[in-house]
């Protein structure tokens, strides 16, 4: 009885003393406060990093943001990208909690050779694409919502159609910079749709190498007769149907989309781009509206800005050559660009004097050909190099 009375403080010291223990354990691991895995980083131009949130548990919403994107911006995963030089505060938020990372991003040293102006015209070389551009990744969440809606117009005195991509995690909250992008001589709304330029859009946005943005694809058959493939495809009237859209597009579709999104405003925010005939009506609508539009780019675009003959239809042109330029107050603040497929048998070298034109009037502008035809390959890259400059 005696032993049993030593030995009792004994066991209860030692209970007290595993117990104290475990709770100390249990307390440490409690401890583990989650943290951002950089709270600095130095970034150059163009140059990506992954950052993320260190103790966090999958449940757990993150959501990431920049304090100014026009130096860095940061996907929905954490992924920052450099776009200019200076500093930026990159903020992942949970559960209104704020964990950041302070970015300085410093000037790019080009270690190209110099090029020539032949060689800056080779798309081949300087205007490329990565490999899964067009490829839906598994993520739905980088892919914004596609809309179709109908509005009245008022050039056709009916009912129209077109189509709006959203940037992912759209919200009346911001307000977005839009692009315009038109379809070609016998398409409709659904063109650049079946092209793929909502997942285009999306990759580029989930990467940093485009900003925010919505597109907008209308009808630019603006007429009474507006449907896909119609029989007089190659008339005089069908083409003067998409120069007709220019009204359309002033007055009833842009004033439309300003009605029932959140857009920015200014030429600064609004661009304009086409494919084929829609490169034609892109060229024309933009040089025509240069107090709009500050970013116009045409892809392999058709005939008719200057006087032809062609498939059994003449037109007079809708610039002459010396017309065909940006005017004194935006010459050095507009984003121009051409593109021409390097075997196109369909609009020949019809860009290329387009090129010649802008050339001659000292008009800044991107040329460049690519390989292929009239074809999807040279539409999606060209959409892709334009997307990749426009709103910076």
């Not at 920052?80 to 040293?109: D, E, L, P, R, W």
């Not at 029989?231 to 083409?239: E, M, R, T, V």
């Not at 809708?318 to 984003?335: A, G, I, Q, V």
């Not at 860009?351 to 035809?373: F, Q, V």
Request: aromatic content about 10%; proline content about 3%.
């Amino acid at each position: 009885m005696s032993y049993l009375k030593k030995a009792f403080p004994i066991f209860i010291s030692v209970i007290l003393l595993l117990s104290s223990t475990a709770i100390y354990r249990i307390s440490i691991k409690a401890a583990k406060k989650i943290s951002i895995s950089q709270k600095t980083l130095s970034l150059m131009e163009g140059d990506s990093k992954k950052l993320s949130l260190k103790n966090i548990s999958k449940k757990q919403k993150v959501v990431w943001s920049s304090s100014n994107e026009q130096i860095a911006v940061v996907s929905s995963n954490g992924k920052v990208t450099a776009k200019k030089v200076g500093k930026v505060k990159i903020m992942a938020t949970v559960k209104k909690q704020k964990y950041s990372c302070n970015i300085t991003v410093k000037k790019k040293v080009s270690q190209e050779v110099t090029k020539t102006e032949k060689d800056l015209t080779d798309g081949d070389v300087y205007y490329t694409t990565p490999n899964d551009y067009r490829t839906r990744k598994k993520d739905d969440s980088i892919y914004g919502e596609v809309k179709t809606l109908t509005y009245y117009s008022t050039t056709t005195e009916k009912e129209r159609k077109l189509s709006v991509v959203l940037p992912p995690n759209y919200t009346e909250q911001k307000q977005y910079p839009v692009c315009y992008l038109l379809h070609g001589l016998g398409q409709d709304h659904t063109d650049w749709l079946n092209a793929k330029a909502p997942t285009i859009i999306g990759n580029m946005i989930d990467a940093g190498t485009a900003k925010e943005m919505i597109l907008v694809l209308p009808n630019c058959r603006a007429r009474a007769n507006d449907a896909a493939n119609p029989q007089d495809a190659f008339s005089l009237n069908n083409y003067q149907a998409f120069d007709n859209f220019i009204n359309d597009l002033k007055d009833n579709v842009m004033p439309f989309i300003k009605e029932n999104f959140s857009i920015k405003e200014g030429r600064e925010n609004t661009a304009i781009a086409g494919f084929s005939m829609g490169g034609r009506t892109a060229l024309y609508i933009g040089m025509s509206m240069q107090e709009t539009f500050g970013f116009i780019g045409g892809f392999c675009p058709a005939p008719g800005l200057f006087a032809y003959s062609m498939n059994n239809v003449t037109e007079d042109g809708l610039f002459t050559k010396e017309t065909f330029k940006l005017e004194d107050d935006y010459k050095d603040n507009t984003l121009l660009m051409v593109v021409a497929g390097k075997t196109d048998r369909i609009v020949g070298n019809i860009p290329a004097t387009y090129h010649d034109a802008l050339e001659e009037n000292g008009t800044k502008h991107i040329w460049y050909k690519k390989s292929g035809g009239h074809d999807l390959n040279v539409m999606d890259n060209a959409f892709y190099n334009f997307a990749k400059r426009i709103f910076n």
